[in-house]
């Protein structure tokens, strides 16, 4: 039976959805809704939350952070893991199922898609090569890339555009998925990174380059482009010896098929209410993302990751400084190299977030690395949209928001009534699928 038409709201203006679902990411603190106004599908009875102990520590409240990591479930998330670090303390928790159908329950060190956390190892892969001297940030890539971006547009744009998207490039996601139908039709498609590229400089352009910050995954194909022409590797492989074993990580990989190749669970796409129910897309063929989007990780390996990032183990200062140096987003978060910044009254938080079919994650870390959230979940895109064309929000944002709360700023919503912490908003530029639409 053939899917429903894409939607048509009244607002077609772009917007990306992030790995939290909502088009402001966390206001830390909102006041709790009741459960059963979620109106996503009802998940089974959740099984006890499961969480690696720890010896304690002031700074986390490990009861706490379980607690409001299994109202999560309870607001309608099938699935949620999350790790969170102070210092030399940690906590591990997972809540909820990882299967919906038998009721396996979610576990604190399951692989997951990361999405476009992506990024951040790809633009660290790059800025490696500016401090080798082999990339010049300023640099049009037409000067390495000729073929792939050529003309006006490869001598205006430079690597630096790309990395913290100013280039004005339109986004090959609107060219791929233009209805539900294509959404089911091409999980299992290989696509050729020039393919991709090509779709992105042929769809509208979003700017002019330079003018502002317009997310698109079309900036970091050609990124891992620009890292094979100077390495003469693979992208993947570069990154993975270059960063991620830099990084000293052990479940972090690029994925060689359709499949996880670690214990994971299922991941479930709502599309808006399109997918009713909500769709299995646990099996699906990255290569649409590559270097923009394609790796899978734990959520205590992206702790370990942002630390070693932030503590300059994996660039020398002069790359890390150019990494942290950020544009204005129009949703309030500022974006460097591959890398967000947001502030908030108990500090400055630097991260990325991710979001692929049935799968969203978040990575946020204090500036000295020591305070740390990776939250993952395995439910996507489970309210419909808006009139104005913008996802709905309710009781799973909020349960996320409390999570994020209790987890970075150790701020529990039943301790203080009112908000405390200024607004995470989301840095991608929320944007809904064309085939939502």
Request: proline share 9%; net charge positive.
């Amino acid at each position: 039976m053939p899917l429903s038409p894409p939607m048509s709201p009244p607002s077609r203006r772009r917007v990306r959805l992030a790995a939290t679902a909502t088009a402001v990411l966390l206001a830390l603190l909102a006041p709790a809704l009741p459960a059963s106004a979620a109106g996503t599908p009802a998940p089974p009875a959740p099984p006890a939350a499961t969480a690696t102990a720890r010896p304690a520590h002031p700074g986390l409240d490990r009861k706490a952070l379980d607690r409001t990591l299994q109202d999560l479930h309870k607001a309608g998330m099938y699935g949620a893991y999350s790790a969170v670090r102070d210092g030399d303390a940690s906590w591990q928790g997972a809540s909820g199922v990882a299967d919906i159908k038998t009721g396996r329950p979610m576990r604190p060190q399951f692989e997951h898609r990361i999405g476009s956390i992506t990024k951040t190892f790809t633009a660290t892969a790059v800025l490696q090569q500016v401090g080798e001297g082999t990339i010049d940030l300023d640099a049009p890539i037409g000067r390495y890339l000729p073929d792939v971006v050529p003309g006006e547009r490869g001598r205006a744009i430079t690597v630096r555009m790309l990395l913290n998207h100013t280039s004005g490039l339109g986004d090959y996601d609107t060219e791929i998925w233009k209805t539900p139908d294509d959404v089911v039709r091409m999980r299992y498609r290989q696509w050729d990174p020039r393919e991709l590229v090509r779709l992105g400089l042929e769809a509208p352009p979003q700017g002019k380059p330079g003018e502002a910050h317009h997310y698109a995954n079309t900036n970091y194909v050609i990124a891992g482009l620009l890292l094979r022409k100077v390495t003469g590797q693979a992208p993947e492989k570069y990154i993975t010896d270059h960063v991620i074993r830099k990084a000293g990580l052990k479940h972090t990989y690029f994925p060689r098929s359709a499949h996880v190749t670690g214990p994971h669970a299922k991941i479930y796409e709502g599309l808006y209410g399109l997918f009713d129910p909500p769709r299995d897309f646990t099996v699906h063929n990255m290569s649409w993302a590559r270097t923009a989007g394609a790796l899978i990780s734990t959520m205590d390996d992206l702790n370990q990751f942002f630390r070693a990032l932030l503590t300059g183990k994996l660039l020398d200062p002069a790359e890390l400084r150019q990494m942290k140096t950020t544009v204005p987003t129009e949703v309030g978060a500022r974006y460097g190299l591959g890398l967000f910044s947001v502030d908030s009254t108990c500090g400055r938080f630097w991260g990325h977030d991710g979001l692929v079919w049935g799968a969203s994650t978040i990575s946020l870390s204090s500036e000295d690395g020591r305070r740390q959230l990776s939250l993952g979940v395995n439910l996507t895109r489970y309210y419909g949209l808006g009139e104005d064309g913008l996802p709905k929000t309710g009781p799973i944002d909020t349960a996320q928001q409390a999570h994020m709360g209790q987890a970075l700023c150790g701020i529990s919503p039943t301790r203080d009534a009112a908000p405390r912490v200024s607004p995470f908003r989301d840095p991608e530029s929320i944007r809904v699928p064309a085939a939502a639409r």
